[in-house]
């Protein structure tokens, strides 16, 4: 007796450590996959340096472009710029430079690049005011992890005479985990007036004769250069491989400033890597919605000698296009994620459909367009809340639309574009688009980039595909795949959403994967069901791009405002005409 109580006290200790074991490792697996691992991670590893790599990216040009103001702004405030080289990378800072010389870089009147191998940087202000002071206005000094808009910059520089002694400076602290740059960094603009005081007073000696002078020199208003000097721990782990939003975001969040006012003033964007670099001149000077003109404000300035009045939006074709291709859009979305995701959505690009409804597993009380459910928000039931959401925007909205878009609450749509595509196609055709993978003998469309139905698709979608079981039944199933195989099965047309130069339009993952060659190789999914191949650099990407994936609630608000409130001063993206399109 004695002995069998032994035995059984043995296999119940071994099975309550067997319990406590594999409750450890489901905890562990847990944790893994949570966002607390990540910033576990953060604390405990070294930060990741920038890794810098030479591409070239290439550049675009757009005939229909109204470049006149930005062209005279070019002739009238001249800005030369200097990247001054700390020499301490093993050569990192010489390829950067080389980036920023491709994008922002090109559009000083003269960029200069100097190594502090060859001289000192306040050396190098006294060598570039000697070899240039005829045609210098202005003089900007920056560090090597800023993307400075140089329209932006002349237009609040042709407010001040480049005579007059005077200089802008933004303070920007280092954070080891903005991952760009080794120290705290001070950018400068000096007027020609400025340098000519500095040379005069023999403050151009050394860094601490100019800090002294600078002290006592007058000092412009410097907000738009967005000086950065916070305390590290009020900054959360979240974004932090895109740092260069965080000086908007902190304004937003602790000073009550709009992330529009902050973006949309905007000079110089501090803590941006190299390939944020190419993605930023893309997103600024190719990028555009269809048949929307952008505004320009007024300039009018005692030392600029042209008035330039300000210009109003012109959305005449886009409002067109509205009524024509109507675009319901579908957000399948999260109750966690109701009041940033959704939220956000419903400020940003969902004001461009004809109609957006969210789509959860529960209603909320302060956002009426969000549809509940009652399924479950398992990923692995995605099939069956996707179903759901087609058959509720079929039962209540079928009449109202023409084109019934579904897409992620972390994805980014420009709708103008997308009713630019569809408007060569009739919503009686059963069709849809998206970004065409391709497994086995099924073509389908990535659920993150998005994807369209015609009116006719949804109704044999909903009529056929889920009303006669043609489609799988349950909840269970990877949503872009079964969508897939329901319209092969429905014999819905898989549609070729590249442009005219077979680039794309539809992204599975953020722009920077495709402009940045050599990018997507590293992703193997991507690799493996994509059907057609990106071409490398900017030709990967149409100028009337659609969609977007993987993009935050702040940075969604960045692209809102660069898209449709404020372009580069002085220039007005154009577009080809309606009748243009139809021909091609």
Same mark, same amino acid.
Not at 72 to 81: A, I, N, P
Not at 174 to 202: M, N, P, Q, R, W
Not at 222 to 236: H, Q, W
């Given at each position: 007796?004695?002995?069998?109580?032994?035995?059984?006290?043995?296999?119940?200790?071994?099975?309550?450590?067997?319990?406590?074991?594999?409750?450890?490792?489901?905890?562990?697996?847990?944790?893994?996959?949570?966002?607390?691992?990540?910033?576990?991670?953060?604390?405990?590893?070294?930060?990741?340096?920038?890794? !810098?790599?030479?591409?070239?990216?290439?550049?675009?040009?757009?005939?229909?472009?109204?470049?006149?103001?930005?062209?005279?702004?070019?002739?009238?405030?001249?800005?030369?710029?200097?990247?001054?080289?700390?020499?301490?990378?093993?050569?990192?800072?010489?390829?950067?430079?080389?980036?920023?010389?491709?994008?922002?870089?090109?559009?000083?009147?003269?960029?200069? !690049?100097?190594?502090?191998?060859?001289?000192?940087?306040?050396?190098?202000?006294?060598?570039?005011?000697?070899?240039?002071?005829?045609?210098?206005?202005?003089?900007?000094?920056?560090?090597?992890?800023?993307?400075?808009?140089?329209?932006?910059?002349?237009?609040?520089?042709?407010?001040?005479?480049?005579?007059?002694?005077?200089?802008?400076?933004?303070?920007?602290?280092?954070?080891?985990?903005?991952?760009?740059?080794?120290?705290?960094?001070?950018?400068? !603009?000096?007027?020609?007036?400025?340098?000519?005081?500095?040379?005069?007073?023999?403050?151009?000696?050394?860094?601490?004769?100019?800090?002294?002078?600078?002290?006592?020199?007058?000092?412009?208003?410097?907000?738009?250069?967005?000086?950065?000097?916070?305390?590290?721990?009020?900054?959360?782990?979240?974004?932090?491989?895109?740092?260069?939003?965080?000086?908007?975001?902190?304004?937003?969040?602790?000073?009550?400033?709009?992330?529009?006012?902050?973006?949309?003033?905007?000079?110089?964007?501090?803590?941006?890597?190299?390939?944020?670099?190419?993605?930023?001149?893309?997103?600024?000077?190719?990028?555009?919605?269809?048949?929307?003109?952008?505004?320009?404000?007024?300039?009018?300035?005692?030392?600029?000698?042209?008035?330039?009045?300000?210009?109003?939006?012109?959305?005449?074709?886009?409002?067109?296009?509205?009524?024509?291709?109507?675009?319901?859009?579908?957000?399948?979305?999260?109750?966690?994620?109701?009041?940033?995701?959704?939220?956000?959505?419903?400020?940003?690009?969902?004001?461009?459909?004809?109609?957006?409804?969210? @789509?959860?597993?529960?209603?909320?009380?302060?956002?009426?367009?969000?549809?509940?459910?009652?399924?479950?928000?398992?990923?692995?039931?995605?099939?069956?809340?996707?179903?759901?959401?087609?058959?509720?925007?079929?039962?209540?909205?079928?009449?109202?639309?023409?084109?019934?878009?579904?897409?992620?609450?972390?994805?980014?749509?420009?709708?103008?574009?997308?009713?630019?595509?569809?408007?060569?196609?009739?919503?009686?055709?059963?069709?849809?688009?998206?970004?065409?993978?391709?497994?086995?003998?099924?073509?389908?469309?990535?659920?993150?980039?998005?994807?369209?139905?015609?009116?006719?698709?949804?109704?044999?979608?909903?009529?056929?595909?889920?009303?006669?079981?043609?489609?799988?039944?349950?909840?269970?199933?990877?949503?872009?795949?079964?969508?897939?195989?329901?319209?092969?099965?429905?014999?819905?047309?898989?549609?070729?959403?590249?442009?005219?130069?077979?680039?794309?339009?539809?992204?599975?993952?953020?722009?920077?994967?495709?402009?940045?060659?050599?990018?997507?190789?590293?992703?193997?999914?991507?690799?493996?069901?994509?059907?057609?191949?990106?071409?490398?650099?900017?030709?990967?990407?149409?100028?009337?791009?659609?969609?977007?994936?993987?993009?935050?609630?702040?940075?969604?608000?960045?692209?809102?405002?660069?898209? @449709?409130?404020?372009?580069?001063?002085?220039? !007005?993206?154009?577009?080809?005409?309606?009748?243009?399109?139809?021909?091609?």
């Amino acid at each position: 007796m004695t002995l069998i109580r032994l035995h059984v006290a043995e296999l119940m200790r071994t099975l309550v450590l067997s319990f406590v074991v594999w409750m450890v490792v489901l905890e562990l697996l847990i944790f893994v996959r949570s966002s607390n691992f990540y910033e576990f991670r953060e604390v405990v590893f070294k930060p990741y340096k920038e890794s !810098i790599s030479c591409y070239d990216v290439g550049t675009r040009a757009h005939p229909w472009d109204d470049t006149h103001v930005a062209r005279q702004l070019y002739g009238q405030v001249r800005v030369d710029c200097l990247l001054y080289l700390e020499d301490m990378d093993n050569g990192f800072d010489a390829l950067k430079a080389e980036h920023i010389r491709k994008t922002w870089g090109c559009r000083c009147n003269q960029l200069f !690049i100097i190594n502090s191998t060859e001289m000192s940087r306040t050396a190098a202000y006294l060598w570039i005011y000697r070899k240039s002071h005829q045609q210098l206005d202005w003089l900007l000094s920056v560090s090597m992890g800023a993307y400075v808009i140089v329209e932006n910059l002349r237009h609040m520089l042709a407010h001040y005479s480049p005579s007059q002694a005077l200089y802008f400076s933004a303070q920007h602290s280092f954070y080891a985990y903005a991952h760009v740059g080794k120290a705290a960094t001070t950018d400068h !603009i000096f007027s020609h007036g400025a340098l000519e005081h500095l040379l005069a007073e023999h403050c151009l000696q050394d860094d601490s004769s100019l800090g002294a002078c600078l002290a006592r020199m007058d000092r412009g208003p410097s907000d738009e250069l967005l000086p950065f000097n916070v305390p590290a721990e009020v900054l959360p782990f979240q974004l932090r491989t895109k740092f260069w939003l965080w000086p908007c975001i902190y304004r937003a969040v602790y000073e009550n400033q709009s992330l529009e006012s902050c973006f949309g003033r905007g000079i110089l964007y501090p803590y941006v890597n190299a390939n944020q670099l190419h993605v930023l001149d893309f997103l600024l000077y190719h990028l555009r919605p269809y048949g929307y003109e952008n505004p320009m404000p007024e300039l009018r300035s005692a030392h600029y000698p042209t008035h330039i009045p300000p210009k109003a939006f012109n959305d005449t074709v886009a409002r067109r296009l509205r009524q024509s291709v109507r675009v319901l859009c579908l957000v399948l979305t999260w109750p966690t994620n109701h009041m940033s995701g959704a939220k956000t959505i419903s400020e940003t690009w969902g004001r461009h459909c004809n109609r957006v409804v969210f @789509y959860s597993s529960s209603p909320h009380a302060g956002t009426p367009s969000i549809v509940g459910l009652n399924i479950s928000d398992s990923y692995d039931l995605l099939w069956g809340k996707t179903k759901a959401a087609f058959s509720h925007a079929y039962r209540h909205y079928r009449h109202e639309a023409d084109w019934f878009f579904k897409a992620d609450d972390d994805t980014y749509a420009i709708i103008e574009n997308m009713r630019y595509m569809l408007s060569r196609y009739s919503p009686s055709t059963p069709i849809h688009f998206g970004c065409k993978f391709r497994l086995g003998n099924v073509s389908y469309m990535s659920g993150g980039a998005g994807y369209v139905l015609s009116r006719k698709a949804l109704q044999l979608f909903v009529s056929r595909g889920i009303g006669k079981s043609l489609c799988k039944a349950g909840g269970a199933g990877t949503e872009d795949y079964q969508m897939g195989s329901c319209m092969n099965t429905l014999n819905v047309t898989d549609g070729d959403s590249r442009d005219l130069y077979d680039r794309h339009r539809f992204f599975p993952i953020g722009l920077e994967y495709f402009l940045i060659p050599g990018r997507a190789e590293s992703i193997n999914w991507l690799k493996r069901f994509q059907t057609y191949s990106f071409q490398k650099g900017i030709n990967c990407c149409s100028t009337y791009s659609i969609t977007m994936h993987k993009v935050s609630s702040y940075e969604m608000h960045f692209l809102e405002t660069i898209l @449709y409130r404020a372009r580069p001063y002085g220039i !007005i993206m154009g577009h080809p005409t309606f009748r243009e399109v139809l021909l091609k």
